[in-house]
């Protein structure tokens, strides 16, 4: 009997075994999962529809750190320069451009800087996160924190010891 008949009353008859294991061990395709359209002109409204959306909200997309490519060039600089004698310029050039960093990982290399303006920077982006609810601080984030919490300018223990007390 097979799976695809119905009885007379509309329901479906029961499968064998050996019917189940069938289905079971035949391979699954891409095609059996999702629907495609069908036809060359609902492939082409589909077609139309990804490109459209793609340019409405592809500089969204793709753009992390905003003004486009100048802004993840920036955010690479500053990576690239951590641990070199150009770390607190490249942290500057970005903030000049940009504004606090708006990516956990980019605020703790500014904190990193150990510049009272760059790590207060850091922090405002890690309170930026926090505000929208982005923020999900790593142990290494929270230690770095609790720090911060501890530092002589008092500007900068506040709004560290703010973000550790934050949930």
């Known amino acids: 009997m097979s799976g695809n008949e ?29 629907q495609r359209p069908r036809g060359a002109a609902a492939e082409a409204r589909a077609r139309d529809a990804a490109q459209q959306y793609l340019k409405q909200k592809g500089g969204a997309l793709f753009a992390k750190h905003g003004a486009g490519g100048r802004g993840e060039a920036l955010a690479n600089a500053v990576r690239d320069a ?23 990982s980019l605020c703790s290399r500014f904190l990193d800087t150990r510049d009272a303006e760059l790590v ?21 984030l ?19 010891e703010a973000l550790v007390r934050a949930p």
């Not at 000049?96 to 990516?103: F, H, M, V």
């Not at 929270?142 to 560290?160: G, I, K, M, W, Y």
Request: aromatic share 4%.
């Open 142 to 160: 929270r230690s770095q924190l609790r720090t911060l919490a501890d530092d002589a300018n008092d500007e900068v223990a506040s709004a560290a």
């Open 120 to 140: 207060l920077a850091g922090l405002r982006g890690l309170e930026g996160l926090r505000d929208a609810g982005q923020l999900t601080a790593s142990a290494g």
């Open 82 to 104: 951590q641990g070199t004698a150009g770390f607190a310029e490249a942290c500057r050039a970005y903030l000049r451009e940009l504004g606090p960093p708006k990516e956990a």
């Open 6 to 34: 119905r009885d007379g009353d509309g329901e479906r008859p029961k499968l064998s075994w050996s019917e189940i294991d069938k289905r079971r061990d035949k391979p699954r395709t891409r095609a059996d999962r999702e």
